[in-house]
């Protein structure tokens, strides 16, 4: 099956629920998807239905499009709580909360707080974004997907923040990390249709939501807790020596995707 005929029966499947009887208004419809997708309009904003993690995540172009990549982010924070739950299972003077409070920055569509408390329920999540728009697709994400995660609205680079009242177990992020300078190498379909505030930076290197989260973890991370981020895989190095330098971690990791490219920092106290 080539590429044409493939989108063209994504299309169909997503826009056309089963014993559909196929009306002018549903031709006129198909009609209508097809020249966005001519257009370059990315499939997943045509249906706005995006797969991640084996749930369907209703997607618009205020957020960013769910990757592979970022499945593998979510695998490994599951990984983590399921190791963490098997210690307090079998030591029970550990000093930590049984139930792991986890915050998760720049969610967009919500694809990684939703899909971990669906898939480990005893956590408490809040996740943050900039865009009201965003936070709206989030939102009905979790509700479809009957997720109680709690969603604010917070720039994560204000001077301004409120320190949360208990310190956070975790801290995922998938943040912006492309350079501007980087546009011209992209793809004219994610450049043209996907959200620039949740893709680019900048600054030269794509590092100053990785410094921030750094920077937030001396008094926001709980003194056992762990940061998980998905890397700019040309800059992995420069990420892993600002965890580094962070001085309070014991251990600072990357670890590669199924590609063999390093794409996710694990830091832990």
Not at 95 to 122: F, H, Q
Not at 230 to 259: P, T
């Amino acid at each position: 099956m080539n590429e044409s005929a493939r989108l063209a029966r994504y299309l169909i499947e997503d826009l056309i629920p089963l014993d559909t009887a196929i009306t002018e208004l549903v031709e006129a419809k198909i009609d209508k998807a097809t020249e966005k997708l001519i257009a370059g309009k990315p499939l997943q904003y045509v249906t706005h239905r995006a797969d991640f993690y084996g749930y369907q995540y209703y997607v618009d172009k205020a957020v960013l499009i769910p990757r592979p990549e970022t499945e593998e982010l979510v695998y490994q924070v599951l990984q983590y709580l399921k190791k963490i739950n098997n210690r307090i299972s079998s030591d029970r003077n550990l000093d930590m909360r049984p139930t792991p409070a986890i915050l998760d920055i720049g969610t967009g569509s919500g694809c990684i707080p939703v899909t971990i408390k669906n898939e480990y329920n005893e956590c408490n999540i809040i996740a943050v974004d900039i865009s009201n728009a965003a936070l709206k697709v989030a939102i009905h994400n979790a509700n479809h997907h009957g997720a109680d995660v709690t969603f604010f609205k917070q720039d994560i680079l204000s001077e301004k923040l409120t320190k949360p009242n208990e310190p956070y177990d975790i801290i995922i992020s998938n943040p912006p990390y492309i350079p501007t300078s980087e546009i011209a190498v992209m793809s004219e379909s994610t450049v043209k249709h996907e959200p620039q505030i949740a893709l680019f930076t900048d600054d030269e290197f794509g590092l100053v939501f990785y410094q921030r989260i750094a920077d937030l973890c001396s008094t926001w991370l709980a003194d056992d807790g762990a940061v998980f981020l998905e890397l700019n895989e040309y800059h992995s190095h420069k990420i892993k020596e600002i965890y580094l330098n962070e001085g309070s971690f014991d251990s600072v990791e990357i670890i590669e995707d199924m590609q063999g490219k390093p794409r996710i920092l694990l830091a832990v106290r």
